[in-house]
């Protein structure tokens, strides 16, 4: 088994700035991506980035290029979101998960074995 515990969600006003963090732990040697997926209300889940084992490989979504950075630290056993230039639309709970898969489609939600319970990020107008 493996847990995934994220921090650092919150309120922001919009053009600010947040910095997710997700710490595994358990059985997590051997896990290739670990992403960061978001759900708003009455929306269903959307991949938001994903970094692999290493860091290698990077991948966002087109709603967050250039807005969004993810960053894995292998030591710690922890991937970070740093958020910037937030937007009301970025308005979601935010989803750590991990894949042990070697998968050609990570940014699809069904390569993820283990998820986090979530954290809140809000941007207000």
């Known amino acids: 088994q493996v847990q995934l515990v994220e921090s650092g969600g919150g309120l922001v006003q919009a053009g600010g700035s947040l910095r997710l963090s997700c710490a595994a732990s358990?059985?997590?040697?051997?896990?290739?991506?670990m992403g960061w997926f978001r759900q708003a209300p009455g929306k269903e889940r959307e991949f938001v980035a994903t970094?692999?084992?290493?860091?290698?490989?990077?991948y966002y979504a087109d709603s967050v290029k250039g807005r969004f950075t993810i960053s894995r630290d292998m030591a710690k056993n922890t991937v970070y979101l740093q958020m910037n230039s937030l937007k009301p639309e970025d308005t979601a709970v935010y989803y750590c998960?991990?894949?042990?898969?070697?998968?050609?489609?990570?940014?699809?939600?069904?390569?993820?074995?283990?998820w986090g319970q979530g954290t809140q990020v809000t941007v207000s107008s």
């Open positions: 358990g059985h997590s040697f051997g896990i290739n991506f």
């Open positions: 998960a991990a894949s042990f898969r070697s998968t050609a489609q990570p940014m699809d939600v069904s390569p993820y074995d283990y």
């Open positions: 970094v692999s084992r290493g860091g290698g490989l990077t």
